[in-house]
């Protein structure tokens, strides 16, 4: 038999392109699940934000990945679908989900991975669904 808790995580963000650190809020709910060993699953339900995993260590890094992603996908060109899809691809393209293991009752991740939401078409409200399964 599958058990699982889920949880969503509230985020208003403030710039139209945004990185947030949401790794303490995952690894918050996945103490409290009291599972051992299973999966957590990241999933954002939104068409113009994504999920990523990256650096920690260097804030730069992440106005680095937003520039870089701009400059590949710029707001500014002219788009068949409507002025957001820019954000559109830009969410295509990074995905919007991660599965990460858990072991020990801890997120696995690497020394200096953490988890990121990707705003592209803010500021909004957006929800992120976190799900810990056995």
């Known amino acids: 038999m599958t058990m699982y808790k889920t949880k969503e995580i509230s985020l208003k963000t403030s710039e139209q392109n945004q990185m947030i650190d949401i790794t303490s809020m995952v690894r918050d709910f996945v103490k409290e699940s009291h599972v051992r060993d299973g999966m957590c699953f990241i999933y954002v339900p939104h068409t113009t934000a994504s999920i990523v995993i990256n650096e920690n260590t ?21 788009y068949k679908h ?27 991740l690497g020394r200096w991975e953490a988890l990121y939401f990707c705003e592209f078409s803010g500021p909004r409200e957006r929800v992120v669904i976190v799900r810990v399964q056995v």
């Open 58 to 78: 260097d804030p730069q890094l992440r106005d680095d990945i937003l520039d870089h992603i701009e400059r590949l996908i710029p707001k500014g060109e002219k």
């Open 82 to 108: 409507s002025s957001h899809a820019a954000a559109h691809i830009k969410a295509s393209l990074l995905g919007n989900s991660k599965t990460l293991l858990i072991k020990d009752n801890k997120l696995l």
